[in-house]
């Protein structure tokens, strides 16, 4: 099967390790893997922050980019409710844009959905790790995945749930820096729950949260990990060292 | 998506007066545009939304859910109930006790009678009238009630000529008498017959007693409204 | 408050005043723990939302023709209706009231909608003594404070505060004791209630098929305020309507439990008309006072699914900002979640901004009752307002638009990313410029030392 990697702005400059984790997973699991290298940014900061006529502008280019493929998947469940929820309605006045950017949502996959939906694989059997782990669920991931899912995948591992699974790390997009004081209150108690469960490692699939939440663990000096569910899989497949 | 046979309201379409609120209506109708996927107003039956089942015993759901609520439910018999009353009473050495026989209630005027020389009996005065003295001075009040809802252990209370609204609200302890025959299983299932009977001007739908968590969040009953609701439920 | 500015720094603070922040996160919490206990508990839950939200929507759809069915049996009960255009028009008309009867001392149920039209201050300038009866109100008053959120409007109080209120007040001994402070009000508002002449309520929702008027208190006090006063005005928002008698219990099922948790609260009031001649007691008038104010342009324009609302505050105790800014810092009568969609949509431009004090998490949308889509509304709301945002962010986000349109300057940037300070451990912690904004309050990761492009570029493309 041939697969277009979508990396995500965020992953491309601060999370390589993901991608790379990703590319070796699905390799392992019989992929061809492309890497258009036209993409930049999917444009969701520019949607979420209200600026949709720039948002329109990069679905309109997404769209384009990876018109030739038949699979696109990424590391991030927020980027890819971007392209397949709110990229068409923003190109509605644009026939043949819109038709292009309907396909890219129709076959635009986040990673973990991809492999459970279209690869049929067990991805809870696969997983192992050498020590307890807790996660962060995504607040974007909800209308890709359910709740339940990373903690099923995760659920023959040592898994520290936090109390309060759904919390709100207060990254946010542009948030975060339009109203830093609250986004790092909201981190604070984000990251009580997460030192609360008592593991190190921490899963999170999104590489904003991840920014944000290393971001205020290092600052407060908080011995937290983090790492995305690909890393994880392709450590325990042997396809790549584990990382400290 | 309406399975109502036809449109369950009769508004008339032209405004007929020309009052400022006509006029808005008027203008409002005029901006509204229609939505392009109209929303359906849905079946008006809630049948299949119920947390009751039929088959549920309602009494013994009513008394969890009152109890749940923060009632106090004494189950009693025709033989027992009017010693039941005494005792509350007694308990709470109330001197001036409002009772309020109500038709359509377990409250008859007979029942009411005999509670009124009960309590005589006891030491007790029992007065039927609404003036705010008595209102604001008597220790307990006994009503009867027109209806319960098991599903929340919700006790119905309505105006009307020989029910004071204040009277299941005003005096510290309510003490309400409740046939098991009054009780029904489902909020809907109240509702279902209000629609289909004449309203009186005040229903009040009472679960537990008067209640807040406004400091700290912390529950204390009795603000406004009786701090202890008692409920006779004759079997 | 038009500028981000004043925003962020009002904000800021508010974050820093860990009394309040305490206080809101334990009674937010508390209330999202109850709420989610009883919701479990009630059968069909989701199916209750559907249905409670597709009323909703249906009834904003087509407010007009239900309005006039309200009105018209509201009025064939013998309620006299008012229409208000605005929350000037409310005020004058309800102190028209009262001036023509003689009207003097009046009682005020919890009431959102008098908050937002002001009416406390309008009617004590007429010489109308006005008294708040719910608890929290009433400290809200004799305290001449604000209220915090639109259910529990003394959030923001510890036991304290009330205290030294109470006993300023009334000048009765200083006692912490809740139970104590309750009781304190009561004796107070027991001889106000023998007294008063003029009830004022808000309502939860009317009825079109028969004009009854739904009134939900815990404290008792709204009863007391409908039976007491021989004149009952009740203030009633256009958009606060369902068709049937029988869709309150669908309502009356999901209000309480989303508010606190409660199956029920102690007094769900069904009001038809004024005390009936036969009555031994209730008020002989009742005046209903609509209020547009503005909702019918929200209900004319791009984001009326906003009017479905039924006030339930469940938004509020779900939203983590909130919870860590308290209400104040919205400075609107409706706070949180909801109160960022209404209050730039009741109070104009000048709240715009309120709608970006949200990271989109969604939480509000899970706990809504009438599945309001809150973020999506937020962002709905932020797109109309981008126009107006500063011309520096304008300029910055065009900018960032043309980088990423342009794979060389897309790739740049990351290469310029790496000049930031490094701490030697791969973290700045003091950025330049912009990212002061973040790095005031987080560190900031340096850019992986090769990017992903590059990586595939050098090994991956050709690995198998
Ligand atoms: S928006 Fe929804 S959750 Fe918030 S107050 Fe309104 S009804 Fe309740």
Redo the contacts with the bound molecule.
Sequence with gaps: MDVALFITCLSDTFYPRAGDAIVRVLRHFGCRVHFPAGQTCCGQPAFNSGFHRAAAVLIRRMATVFEPFTHVVTPSASCAAMVKQHGPPLLADDPGAHAASVRLAEKTWEFCTFLRDRLNVDIAAHLQAREPVTFHYPCHARSIYGLDDLRAWLSRLDVRPPARTDLCCGFGGLFAVEFPELSAAMLGDKLDELAATGARLVICNESACTLQMAGGAHRRGLPLRFKHLAELLAESLGLMEAAA | MSTDPQPPLTAAETPGGTGPLDAFLHALRRRTEAAPHPTPLPDRSNAALRAVRPAEELAARFAAEATAAGCVVHRVTEANWLAAAKDIVGSLSARLVLVQPQPGTALTAERAAALADALATAGRSAVSKWDDDTLFNCDAAVTGVVAAIAETGTLVCVSGPAAARGASLIPPVHIALLDRTQIVGDLFDYFDRLANTGSPANINLITGPSKTADIEGILITGVHGPGVVHVLLLE | MSRTGDLRARIAAATTDRRVVNAVHLAAWRKVDARAESFAKLPHVEALRDKAAQIRQHVIENLPRYLECFVERATALGAQVHFAPDGAAACRTIAQIAAARGLSLAVKGKSMTSEEIGLNVALEATGVRVVETDLGEFIVQIDHDRPSH?ITPIIHKDRRQVARAMAREFGCPYTEDPAELTKIARRHLRDIFRRCDLGITGVNLGVAETGTLCLITNEGNGRMTITRPRVHVALLGIDKIVPRLTDLPIFLKLLAR?STGQPMGAYTTLINGPKRPDDPDGPGELHVVLLDNGRSDILTGPLRE?L?????????N?CPAYRNIGGHAYSSVYP???GS?LSPLLYGHAYDDLARVSSLCGA?RL????Q?D?PELLVRLRALACTRQPRAKRVLLRLWQWAMQTPWAYRLGQRLMRFLPDDGGGWTRHGPGLLRAWTDTRDLPCPAVRSFRSIWENELRDEH
């Design positions: 639109i989303s906003v479905r609302c039924v006030r339930c505050g469940a938004c509020l779900a949180g979640p909801i969609l509000c706990a809504c009752p009438v309001i809150i």
